[in-house]
């Protein structure tokens, strides 16, 4: 598994501009799978991780879901520079 490469400042904003580029691509009608699928080939993780930052994004689920289970797949041993990831060049693919 890619490890998730957002950090917890960017997770637990939800007015982050990641969050505000799958609202984007719901509110263009792009299928629930297809945005799971950009979801982890941008920030990495497997599919459950990319469906609750997906939730989270459409109000479905709150930030401390998608932490917990972070955690418990040793997220936070990858992730020491928090906030600091380089994701808005792939945002524009």
Known sequence: MTPFTLGRKTIINECSLEYS????????????????????????????TASLFFNIAIGESSPGVL?????????????????????HNAIYL
């Open 21 to 48: 580029w799958v609202r984007q691509q719901v509110a263009e009608g792009t299928d629930r799978n297809t945005v799971v699928s950009a979801i982890q080939q941008c920030f990495g993780g497997d599919e459950e």
């Open 67 to 87: 932490l917990s289970h972070l955690r418990l797949s040793n997220w936070s041993t990858f992730n020491k520079n928090e906030g600091n990831t380089d994701t």
